[in-house]
């Protein structure tokens, strides 16, 4: 059964950081592109970030996180993470991670407030 769980999630103010990880379970992890989503409520969950398979783990940002978010992977451990700094208010919303497999997690909730 295909599982993801993201954890990391808080609360900072504006120009801090957080650090979100997501365990993935039930496929094999390291043959699959990685993705992190945020959701905001009233809003579509929108792609944030993709990490590449395979060897050369190619990278992908939403227009609005470039320069601020950074997406990892490490496949032995079956875990992506998402490295956010520079927090701002609109980066508020729940974050999911995702490959092209199963059903969405729980995600973890980040709120960003001054």
């Known amino acids: 059964q295909v599982r993801y769980v993201e954890s990391g999630g808080g609360l900072v103010q504006p120009g801090g950081s957080l650090k979100l990880s997501c365990v993935a379970s039930?496929?094999?992890?390291?043959?699959?592109?990685m993705s992190w989503y945020r959701q905001t409520p009233g809003k579509e969950r929108e792609l944030v970030a993709e990490i590449s398979n395979g060897g050369g783990h190619t990278t992908t940002y939403a227009d609005s996180v470039k320069g601020r978010f950074t997406i990892s992977r490490d496949d032995n451990k079956n875990t992506v993470y998402l490295q956010m700094n520079n927090l701002k208010i609109e980066d508020t919303g729940t974050y999911y991670c995702?490959?092209?497999?199963?059903?969405w997690g729980s995600g973890t909730q980040v709120t960003v407030f001054s």
């Open positions: 995702k490959a092209a497999r199963g059903s």
């Open positions: 039930g496929f094999m992890f390291r043959a699959y592109l």
